[in-house]
């Protein structure tokens, strides 16, 4: 155990000093290649913030509407019957969108309900087996400008729903 927690500690400083030696070793500028990547990079940040406004501005309003809320009560009588607490509707709604507000549901359901109970570990498994797909599509198709994205919803929404379903499951078995 103390191996891997060394690992954890040193990864990420040996990884850099390893990046900076072959720069050097290659004779290569490294100072001005960090600051050409920082400029591209605050570009980058600068071109999605409208878009990720946007996503967080109207998940805020979802949420203080009491619309999700509203939402898992109209669903939940389906929900109960194909065996998915109702209770996590607004979480993997929410969670599609974006994580930071994902992780405000969580930590009310963990102060509801617990983190140790059904939910809360159900809720967990979901938390780290799906992925936000409309903020993730938004942009990383504005920033590599693709204006047709084929299947990936569709594909992103039947990875989501197995998450969900494999997050039930496994928090049956724990």
């Known amino acids: 155990m103390k191996v891997m927690l060394f690992l954890s500690n040193v990864m990420i400083p040996l990884l850099i000093f390893c990046i900076v030696g072959y720069g050097i070793l290659n004779?290569?500028?490294?100072?001005?290649?960090?600051?050409?990547?920082?400029?591209?990079?605050?570009?980058?940040?600068?071109?999605?913030?409208?878009?990720?406004?946007?996503?967080?501005?109207?998940?805020?309003?979802?949420?203080?509407?009491?619309?999700?809320?509203?939402?898992?009560?109209?669903?939940?009588?389906?929900?109960?019957?194909?065996?998915?607490?109702?209770?996590?509707?607004?979480?993997?709604v929410v969670k599609m969108f974006s994580s930071s507000a994902a992780t405000g549901l969580l930590l009310d359901l963990y102060k509801e309900f617990g983190a140790d109970s059904m939910l809360g570990k159900i809720a967990s498994i979901m938390m780290s087996s799906t992925e936000t797909i409309f903020y993730t599509m938004s942009v990383y198709f504005m920033t590599a400008k693709i204006k047709k994205s084929r299947f990936t919803l569709a594909g992103a929404l039947i990875a989501t729903l197995a998450g969900t379903a494999a997050s039930v499951v496994l928090a049956g078995w724990m």
């Open 27 to 92: 004779k290569q500028n490294i100072y001005e290649e960090f600051i050409d990547g920082a400029k591209d990079g605050f570009s980058t940040v600068i071109g999605i913030m409208p878009t990720l406004i946007g996503l967080m501005v109207a998940v805020g309003i979802l949420r203080a509407s009491g619309f999700l809320e509203f939402f898992a009560g109209m669903f939940a009588n389906l929900t109960e019957q194909i065996g998915f607490p109702s209770e996590l509707l607004p979480l993997t």
